[in-house]
């Protein structure tokens, strides 16, 4: 079956303290990896697709890699601004629909 | 720039009143999806569309239906809407990458 698995479920940074999150994933042929960013109250944001293992793409303090099991989102020096739910989704080859993830709640404490 | 729009912010409706959710892209995008998003459940799928006139049913069909007449506008029709459809809908519109309107928050009394 394929299955969206994000962790942790909900991280507290300082400001400035990197870290990562995790979006682990199961798929039968793997069309697209895709990770948004959604504030309280609105619709998720668009930020990357990630197609094949060792892609990596970067945009501002995040960057996000692949490999055949897993993505990651790693955020450098992150900002108070960066505070948001991170959600991952897969998209199998075979159909239109994606597979998302329950999200990580990112705190970035001033 | 990319634009999904959602016909309201906010709704707040009576049981067994016919709801109406509007969407619609400017991007020319074939593909269209109504979401419910629930906390602790998160994103699920209700009905999706590939083309004018198509529609395919999502994970959680049941109590909601779907209108694509044309091209750029998705709807999404409750027609006896219940307390259990109090929700966060959110439309998108997708060529590679899946792009969302700002979400409608519903509220069934």
């Known amino acids: 079956e394929d299955q969206v698995t994000q962790s942790p479920e909900a991280l507290r940074l300082q400001e400035g303290e990197s870290s990562s999150l995790n979006c682990s994933y199961t798929v039968s042929g793997l069309r697209g990896l895709f990770w948004y960013r959604q504030d309280p109250g609105k619709g998720p944001e668009f930020l990357f697709t990630l197609y094949s293992a060792g892609e990596e793409k970067e945009k501002e303090r995040l960057k996000a890699t692949l490999t055949k099991k897993e993505s990651f989102l790693h955020i450098t020096a992150p900002k108070p601004e960066d505070s948001a739910t991170y959600l991952c989704?897969?998209?199998?080859?075979?159909?239109?629909?994606?597979?998302w993830g329950a999200g990580t709640k990112l705190i970035i404490k001033p | 720039d990319v634009k999904v729009t959602q016909s309201s912010r906010y709704l707040v409706k009576r049981t067994g009143e016919k709801v109406f959710l509007e969407c619609v892209q400017d991007?020319?995008?074939?593909?269209m999806f109504w979401y419910r998003q629930d906390p602790g459940l998160g994103l699920r799928l209700i009905y999706f569309?590939?083309?004018?006139?198509?529609?395919e049913k999502g994970d959680i069909p049941e109590g909601y239906s779907v209108s694509r007449e044309k091209k750029e506008r998705f709807s999404l029709i409750l027609e006896s809407a219940s307390t259990n459809q109090t929700s966060m809908y959110l439309c998108a519109s997708s060529g590679n990458e899946q792009f969302f309107g700002p979400g409608t928050r519903l509220t069934v009394l």
């Open positions: 989704a897969v998209q199998a080859k075979s159909n239109y629909q994606l597979i």
């Open positions: 569309s590939y083309d004018v006139k198509m529609k």
């Open positions: 991007m020319d995008h074939e593909n």
